[in-house]
């Protein structure tokens, strides 16, 4: 599939085609509800009761020079909150990096230029030595759809100096990274949607003075995965990911990597329905178990048949299980975003489903007793998060692609926060 076809059927990303002079038509139009912060009351979570939480929006990308359409979650470096927008900022409308304190003071610190510089950033930022690094799905220079660039990795300071790395050719080299970094040891991982030597993907090392090592190239054949859209978790100097296609069932896959490159498919999804499929989102580990999403497969009432999405775990070894398949409507649809561990339940999000299927936030426990916490309403409101939820001093701060202006519109974004 296309690149601007697939990037428009999984993320709902107009904000990334619109700056470039594309369109962009979405899967489909929520109901505008109007909305005001509100209290969203959790259920149980395995035997414990959790307490009533807060929600409550911190900032309304209200000004398109300003940032719009956060994809990436947010990181936090000593108490205040970094993130980035894919679209919006001056000139071509590229993106944004962007600091905000937990009280919704925002502060552009910079905005990508496309060209040489970097261009729609949809993986989230890293703090390494007091600097922040992260990737953009396009920019560079002059090769890949049409002109456009093949994507960056650059660093930017506090201040917001900001620096270009590496930029991708295309290729062998790899294109597009659409996640952000994992540090290793000092050592910068990644990974490509594109590129590489079958033009699946690749898993590259990158040192923080823009070395750039190509470490593995995805086949899509023989069970090998595709197309890793999800980023790179390290456990204990091992690198574990998604692809969301390829894999003995072509619809994606779970694998470990070593640091030199040599992976091994811990799961594919498939061939039955009622397993996940195609995910979107990178793992987390919890007690020696990754954990993840699919943003389809489980149950078949969504998506023509394809399914609501899960929510599965996989051991080191390969077994695979699906702690739950969601329902679509209230219960939330595709889940796009990785899974937060807060005190042994897991929280995230889905892109569709809940209470106006705008999306919602969920809690599950590790036995797969899942319950939703918010449901976004839209206008004033957020709408169709995809950014991962952080935990940063018993808060849990996220951001939605959608919502936060009028209802005559999906709005530009937003930044929300749930506490207790």
Known sequence: MGYLARLALTIGAGALIAGCGGSYTPIRTPSA???NDAIARIGTAGDRVLPAWSYRVLHRFDKYNNGASP???????????????SSGGKKCSCGI????????????????????????????????NGALYGTTFEGGGTACYAG????????????????????????????NPFAGLTNVNGTLYGSTVYGGSKDKGTVYSVTTGGVETVLHSFSGTHGGGAHPYGGLID?????????????????????????????????????????????????????GTLYGTTEEGGRSRCGNGRGCGTIYSVTAAGAESVLHRFAGGSDGERPLAALLNVDGTLYGTTYYGGAKDMGTIFSVNPKGRERVVY???????GSNPQAPLINASGTLYGAALWGGGNCYGYGRGAIFALSP
């Open 33 to 35: 509800t109007p909305q």
């Open 71 to 85: 994809v990436a979650g947010l990181v936090e470096v000593d108490g205040m909150l970094y993130g980035t927008t």
């Open 97 to 128: 990096v962007y600091s905000i304190s937990t009280t919704g003071k925002l502060k552009v610190l910079y905005r990508f230029a496309g060209g040489s510089d970097g261009a729609y950033p949809t993986g989230g930022l890293i703090e390494v």
């Open 148 to 175: 456009r660039g093949c994507g960056t990795i650059y660093s930017v300071t506090a201040a917001g100096v900001e620096t270009v790395l590496y930029r991708f050719a295309g290729g062998f080299d790899g294109a």
């Open 235 to 287: 456990v204990n100097g091992t690198l574990y990911g998604t692809t969301g296609a390829g894999g003995a069932y072509s619809k994606g896959t779970v694998f470990s990597m070593t640091t030199a490159g040599v992976e091994t498919v811990l799961h594919s999804f498939g061939p039955r329905h009622s397993d996940g499929a195609h995910p979107q989102a990178a793992l987390i580990e919890v007690n």
């Open 375 to 381: 449901s976004f309403l839209g206008c004033s409101d």
